[in-house]
């Protein structure tokens, strides 16, 4: 069975300041990887994917995050965070042999500071 | 592609009572998913349909929990005798026929359920 691990809770960073948010998955065979966002309230939006090829892939509002097989993670990242970043964030584990459904993790708050 | 629709927004019901909620998927999307979000988790899944197929149910499914997707499009989740642990935001997403891949799934803004 497939499963996700976001380490931290809670992150607080400046505005302007570089942000990562760790995922780690346990999968047995290829994973495809996702990450969400969730503003208060609200649905999930995708930022973005990843099913094969280029390890590092980009997706919207300047985020990107790299695949590392050897570690099992799937690390979200942004150079410089403004204050609209301020959400939940969830990574999640999918698969075909299971219908598609996604795994998620427990999430990443994070909050910006002025 | 006017999103996945979620109604009502909120219900709030004594326990007991039992609620339905409705999802209304993408258009062409032939997926259907439920899953359940209680405060500072990730989302839970509980139950995918493929077209009016209801193909798997979590075992946090319990028989108090049903849901339906007649003719293959709009899905109902009802939740009878609801107790105060039904307390949660219940999210439907779709998501297209896949080909070689998995496509991503395409969330509703949820319902949120609170049971007094």
């Known amino acids: 069975a497939q499963s996700v691990t976001q380490p931290d809770i809670h992150i607080t960073v400046s505005e302007g300041a570089s942000l990562e948010l760790r995922c780690n998955y346990s999968?047995?065979?290829?994973?495809?990887l996702f990450w969400y966002v969730q503003s208060p309230g609200q649905g999930l939006q995708l930022l973005l994917k990843y099913f094969s090829g280029d390890t590092l892939v980009q997706g919207i509002k300047g985020f990107e995050a790299e695949f590392k097989r050897s570690q099992s993670s799937f690390n979200l990242r942004k150079p410089s965070v403004h204050w609209s970043d301020a959400a939940e964030y969830f990574c999640a584990v999918g698969a075909r042999a299971a219908g598609n459904k996604l795994t998620f993790g427990g999430g990443t708050r994070v909050l910006v500071k002025p | 592609d006017t999103g996945v629709s979620q109604n009502p927004r909120h219900k709030i019901t004594k326990r007991g009572q039992n609620v339905t909620f409705r999802c209304d998927p993408i258009?062409?999307?032939?997926?259907l998913y439920w899953y359940r979000q209680t405060l500072g988790q990730g989302p839970e899944f509980l139950t995918y349909?493929?077209?009016?197929?209801?193909?798997?149910k979590s075992r946090l499914l319990s028989d108090r929990f049903s849901a339906e997707r007649p003719k293959g499009s709009f899905s109902t989740l009802e939740i009878q005798r609801t107790e105060q642990g039904d307390s949660a935001m219940y999210l439907c997403?779709?998501?297209?026929?896949?080909?070689?891949?998995?496509?991503?799934?395409?969330f509703g803004n949820g319902t949120r359920l609170t049971v007094t």
């Open positions: 258009s062409e999307h032939n997926r």
């Open positions: 349909f493929q077209n009016e197929a209801q193909l798997e």
């Open positions: 997403a779709s998501s297209p026929p896949g080909g070689t891949a998995i496509s991503p799934l395409h």
């Open positions: 999968y047995g065979a290829t994973p495809y």
